[in-house]
């Protein structure tokens, strides 16, 4: 089962934002991608995710086709820069109004993934209250808590601690055991050392070096 | 899936605090409108006692006597409407939450659930405490009692075209009760459609302030009032002439149809214009 | 300085636009000539030079011709608040005296809703010109004053609590708070004709509505120096002056209460619009 991008390229207001994507990423794997800031890797995410429409190429999952058989994949797990919740919700009852929409977790399983980023299921604040880690924390819950086959996170370390920082890189590490697709964005050369398997460097929306790691 | 999918988002927005708000402002009101009427009409002979149901809220007749209440509600209406769901997309998309519900349902699933939970909640959110108050003015008052606001006899001709001025007069004419029932339930779907336009709005246009979100259905039905008052006609084209019970002004059904028409035409195009927007 | 522009351009076509529309719909007299102060009366519920009552229709009537008033209000309500939503922190860093921000945004406010006023009124009378012939005279054009003073204080008023509200509730609720406030005081008014049906006295009545803010923007239902004829057919013998000092202080009032809250409001807090629920 694999992820598949062909030739994908995406401009906005004349300006190229993504330029002929080639991509065949397999599950059970850690796909990096690094470069400057506005190389286009949270572009890319939103391409592949199908949050964003391109302009030609095409994305394959499972050899369905996105925008054509499905307009979002299936069964995906995102952590986007700026993404948000609601603010005057607790932690758990932002998850679980998630949860509900696909109804495939209940609250044993909502629980399980805060707890498993550090977060307390029972904490009574509210969002709005959060600090940065925390609502990066929950960004992450939430990524997870369904078990998705595709985890796409962007920058999921940001606004972390040390000790934040070491539980995102197991959560990955377990995921990536479950068999789950991950891309990862990130500038910490750390996190593509330890985790990635594969790393792509982007600049001006262009993929322009790959390396595998052993 | 899109249906489970909008009673989900139904029952979410109507345990949000605007809709609970909503909900108490109208029993408020109806509790306040009865209250009114068992001390103004307390003891009263049921040969001079008017129509339970023409003592209720939504009722028009109540102009003839004192419609306080009636009036507060007709200046709040424009806005109220709004309230349950209208925000329902826009705090979404500020907050940037919208980002994770439509990488679970799609764009398509995201928006059309938005507009229809949008309905559905503001439908219920303006039926059910009328319905209510048709039960309570069941219970308090004596439905034999028959006389009308406008003190004409049931024989007279003038009270006749009053009655077949009514919209819904056929059902009037056939049951009162039923009248009152399916016209409260008919109030209650054109505020629902009214409910959509905002969300409508704010799919299609960025908006930074939610309080402009007020404006789609304040615009709406303040100028329908506007034209009713530059007009020189005789046929009224006020919006709560056509949603009010009991109302005996001469009206044309063409202009609810077309008012009602225009509202979910607009509706779909914006829904649709947001569709094809492309959120970075 | 481009969003200054941008505001007036809009309170200009605004005024003109809403002018010329309550111009056609409430500036009816019986004949083919009016005096300017009858149509000044009509602008505030009149019906030809009939005072306004406090039937339904009445009111509502009197509710529809303040909605280009709520609309400025919607306009201007967040000309404050904007500031306190985004970059508060950059914003206010900049501005050690924060009251000092405060009485300059103030002044920029006051002057758009003067200039909106200003527009408004006249755009009522040129819509009305070729229409109608109209009678102009000394107490018609003092009258024309005394409607556009009101308005403008009363509009202010709004607007501000708009904004002050809206930065500790967020602009909807704020907005929604005070629309219902308007509506509760011009709703109360339909009490007057229970009260005239049960034959409370004058006196009770005239207090009744003296104590109402909604009330003193009637000016059919004032009497007095120096209009003289020109609300010869009052209601309610409100006092012009009064109604000024009433309005006047009412301003100040929320003026000293903004300075507070302006002044004294966290920016480390949420941003309201967003944090909103």
């Not at chain 2, 001390?39 to 040969?47: L, Q, S």
Request: include cysteine; hydrophobic fraction near 50%.
């Amino acid at each position: 089962m694999s992820l598949i991008a062909e030739g994908v390229t995406k401009s906005i207001k004349g300006k190229i934002i993504l330029q002929n994507i080639d991509l065949n990423m397999q599950r059970g794997a850690v796909y990096g991608f690094c470069g400057r800031n506005g190389s286009g890797k949270t572009m890319l995410f939103r391409a592949l995710s199908g949050l964003m429409r391109i302009d030609s190429g095409r994305i394959l999952w499972k050899e369905k086709e996105l925008h054509k058989d499905f307009s979002v994949l299936p069964s995906l797990g995102i952590v986007l820069e700026h993404a948000g919740l609601y603010p005057n919700m607790t932690g758990l009852k932002n998850l679980s109004y998630l949860g509900g929409l696909k109804k495939i977790v209940g609250e044993e399983e909502i629980c399980e993934a805060l707890c498993r980023v550090g977060l307390d299921p029972y904490d009574k604040r509210v969002y709005g209250k959060y600090s940065m880690g925390m609502k990066q924390r929950l960004a992450v819950a939430q990524a997870i808590m369904e078990h998705p086959e595709v985890i796409m996170l962007d920058e999921p370390t940001n606004g972390l601690d040390e000790a934040g920082v070491q539980e995102i890189r197991t959560i990955i590490g377990q995921e990536r055991e479950r068999g789950a697709l991950i891309l990862l964005a990130s500038h910490s050369k750390e996190d593509m050392d330890m985790l990635a398997d594969h790393v792509y460097r982007m600049s001006d929306g262009c993929l322009i070096g790959e390396e595998e790691k052993q | 899936m899109l249906r489970k999918l909008i009673l989900y988002q139904t029952q979410c927005l109507l345990k949000q605090r605007e809709a609970a708000v909503t909900f108490l402002l109208l029993i408020w009101f109806i509790i306040g409108n009865y209250l009114g009427n068992v001390i103004a009409f307390r003891g009263m002979d049921i040969t001079q006692m008017y129509y339970p149901m023409k003592l209720m809220t939504l009722s028009y007749n109540r102009v003839n006597y004192n419609a306080d209440v009636t009036t507060l509600f007709i200046m709040l209406y424009p806005i109220l409407v709004t309230l349950p769901a209208g925000f329902s997309y826009v705090k979404e998309q500020q907050t940037r939450t919208e980002v994770y519900l439509v990488a679970r349902l799609g764009k398509k699933n995201y928006m059309r659930s938005r507009l229809w939970s949008a309905f559905f909640a503001t439908a219920l959110v303006f039926t059910v405490p009328f319905l209510l108050e048709i039960i309570l003015y069941l219970v308090s008052f004596p439905m034999e009692a028959q006389n009308d606001f406008s003190h004409l006899g049931m024989y007279e001709p003038e009270y006749a075209l009053k009655v077949h001025r009514y919209l819904g007069s056929a059902l009037y004419l056939e049951s009162p009760l039923f009248y009152v029932a399916v016209m409260v339930l008919f109030f209650g779907a054109v505020s629902g459609i009214l409910g959509m336009l905002p969300v409508a709005v704010s799919q299609a246009v960025p908006v930074r302030f939610r309080m402009f979100l007020f404006l789609p259905d304040y615009l709406l039905l303040n100028a329908t009032s506007y034209l009713q008052v530059m007009r020189k006609g005789s046929v009224t084209c006020n919006w709560y002439d056509y949603l009010l019970l009991f109302q005996d002004e001469p009206k044309n059904i063409w202009y609810l149809v077309t008012g009602i028409g225009i509202v979910v035409v607009l509706t779909a195009v914006l829904s649709f214009a947001g569709g094809k927007k492309e959120t970075w | 300085m481009v969003d200054r522009w941008q505001t007036k351009r809009m309170m200009i076509l605004f005024g003109v636009i809403s002018g010329g529309l309550v111009s056609l719909a409430f500036v009816r007299p019986y004949e083919k000539e009016i005096a300017l102060a009858e149509l000044v009366l009509q602008l505030s519920g009149a019906r030809g030079a009939f005072a306004m009552g406090c039937t339904l229709p009445d009111l509502v009537r009197f509710m529809l011709r303040m909605v280009p008033n709520m609309l400025v209000v919607m306009m201007l309500g967040s000309q404050l608040y904007r500031h306190f939503c985004t970059a508060s922190v950059y914003v206010f860093s900049r501005y050690p005296n924060r009251l000092q921000w405060y009485l300059k945004s103030l002044a920029s406010l006051f002057a758009n809703v003067c200039f909106f006023e200003l527009i408004f009124v006249t755009s009522t009378v040129l819509a009305a010109m070729p229409r109608y012939r109209i009678l102009f005279s000394k107490s018609g054009v003092l009258l024309l004053g005394f409607h556009a003073l009101i308005y403008t204080a009363w509009i202010f008023g709004w607007v501000l609590m708009t904004n002050l509200f809206a930065i500790r509730l967020g602009s909807s609720r704020s907005f929604m708070a005070m629309m219902t406030a308007q509506a509760v005081c011009t709703a109360t008014l339909a009490f007057v004709r229970i009260f005239e049906r049960n034959g409370m006295s004058a006196e009770f009545i005239k207090l009744f509505i003296e104590i109402n803010p909604v009330a003193h923007t009637v000016l059919s239902w004032h009497q007095g120096a120096p209009f003289g004829e020109a609300l010869a057919h009052s209601r309610y013998d409100l006092s012009p002056l009064a109604t000024i000092m009433l309005l006047i202080i009412l301003d100040i009032v929320i003026v000293l209460a903004g300075a507070a809250v302006a002044g004294r409001y966290d920016l480390l807090s949420e941003n309201r619009e967003t944090e909103e629920d």
